[in-house]
């Protein structure tokens, strides 16, 4: 019998073995942080301090009294210099807190007994400490963690998928902390009553598949399911039916089906939080592509440039040709203009690729030669929907279902004429949000 897997869906080239065995490295301390007060989905925080001001690493920098929210705090030590906008990594400015270091080093130690912890002081230790969706959404984790009155949840999935080509910090923080990722699983599981946990992981990664089964031991509330490698199997969609064999319908949530799904790195922020009193400060980041020097898996501090990672690369391959940075991998990364920009909560990789920027931006005529509906894990149009979007044919846009679109760019990665399908349904749905903004301010 074939693995657990879901329909449609493609195999595109990993690259994974570029950094899939490397250790995790401790990033060099940085000297400088830019930390955005919206580096999550929902609302921003407001700034806590000003110019001048002294801080502590770990102590709170940004907050605000907003359910969907997670608060931000200084990732090093050091004296606030400037509180401003600046670029970030997911293409817009944000404001944001710039803190000189002192280079002073604080060490993060403790235990926590589960046993004693009540579900809402979880809760609350997760909202405190900042913690979001470390597999790139990075939506606020407390908030999943509090699923409406009369709203049963009876499993924790974790995703330890990472099908995003080039990417491994998540693979590496299963082979490298098992012990962590299963124990902030309890505690997730603690927090919503959940009587099963579950471990999705890819079989493209014997090492990390291994190291939590033997973490989860004998305990007989948590398995390990083994899934096809496949693109998007780490969609939260795709992971439910994959390794539960339930449907999502369409608008509707992971908690409409039982389930709350979280990323393996969330489970050690947990952790971290609950044992160390740590607040989601640094974050495992791959670092790789055709156009590093020395690709690797680092821990850097938030906050950090992008062009501070590199560097610690060995910088780039040849600096005189062109490049493309992504804030994550190749399917749904985020291009980047400047690599001033800081890594965020959400960065799980910085891909570097020595491609020819102008030529891949080039597209042809649709051949309607339908693959990109054959591979579409959502069941969707994406050749109506990509033309719809580019026109601004709202109606028909929202009629063929673009918002059910999860983005996952398996539609521009198979089609023969290189049209940047996922890019126009990005379009299409920001467009019908300002319409249907001026709509209701219109009255
Ligand atoms: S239309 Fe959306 S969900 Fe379907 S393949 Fe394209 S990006 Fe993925
Ligand atoms: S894969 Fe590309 S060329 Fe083929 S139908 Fe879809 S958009 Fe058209």
Not at 300 to 324: N, P, W
């Amino acid at each position: 019998m074939g693995l657990k897997t879901f329909e449609r869906g493609i195999h595109p080239s990993y690259y994974k073995e570029l950094t899939a065995s490397m250790r995790v490295e401790k990033g060099l301390h940085p000297k400088t942080v830019i930390i955005p007060l919206g580096q999550h989905a929902g609302t921003p925080c407001e700034p806590l301090v000003k110019k001048g001001d002294i801080v502590e690493e770990g102590q709170k920098i940004g907050d605000v009294k907003a359910f969907v929210s997670a608060p931000v705090h200084a990732s090093i030590s050091g004296k606030v210099k400037d509180v401003d906008f600046y670029q970030t990594p997911v293409g817009m400015k944000a404001l944001s807190v710039v803190i000189e270091g002192d280079s002073s080093v604080k060490e993060w130690t403790g235990t926590a007994d589960l046993a004693a912890l009540s579900p809402e002081a979880i809760r609350e230790a997760v909202r405190e400490a900042g913690i979001v969706g470390m597999g790139g959404a990075a939506f606020p984790t407390s908030v999943k963690l509090a699923p409406p009155k009369g709203r049963a949840i009876d499993t924790v999935l974790l995703n330890g998928c990472e099908c995003e080509p080039f990417l491994s910090s998540d693979h590496r923080v299963m082979a490298e902390e098992p012990d962590k990722v299963i124990w902030g699983l309890r505690a997730l599981m603690k927090a919503v009553g959940a009587q099963n946990g579950i471990v999705g992981v890819e079989d493209n990664k014997p090492d990390a598949l291994e190291a939590v089964k033997r973490a989860a031991g004998a305990d007989s509330a948590i398995k390990i399911c083994v899934l096809e490698t496949k693109y998007p199997q780490g969609a939260e969609k795709m992971l439910i039916k994959a390794a539960l064999g339930r449907k999502v319908p369409l608008g509707k949530l992971p908690l409409d089906a039982g389930v709350v799904v979280n990323n393996v790195g969330t489970a050690v922020a947990v952790f971290e939080a609950l044992n160390y009193k740590k607040p989601l400060i640094e974050r495992v980041v791959t670092v790789s592509g055709d156009g590093i020097m020395e690709p690797k898996n680092l821990k850097v501090r938030l906050g950090v440039t992008f062009e501070e990672v590199i560097a610690q690369c060995g910088g780039l391959k040849d600096a005189s040709k062109e490049v493309e940075v992504l804030n994550g991998g190749p399917m749904m990364g985020i291009a980047q203009t400047t690599i001033a920009v800081p890594v965020v909560k959400g960065t799980s990789g910085i891909t570097v690729l020595s491609q020819d920027a102008a030529a891949a931006l080039k597209y042809n005529p649709c051949i309607r030669c339908a693959r990109c509906v054959e591979a579409c894990p959502m069941g969707l149009m994406p050749y109506k929907l990509g033309d719809q979007g580019r026109t601004g044919m709202i109606n028909e846009f929202k009629e063929w279902g673009g918002f059910a679109c999860i983005e996952c760019g398996c539609c521009s990665y198979v089609c023969p004429a290189r049209r940047p399908l996922v890019q126009w349904i990005r379009v299409g749905k920001a467009k019908s949000r300002r319409e249907e903004k001026l709509a209701v301010k219109a009255g």
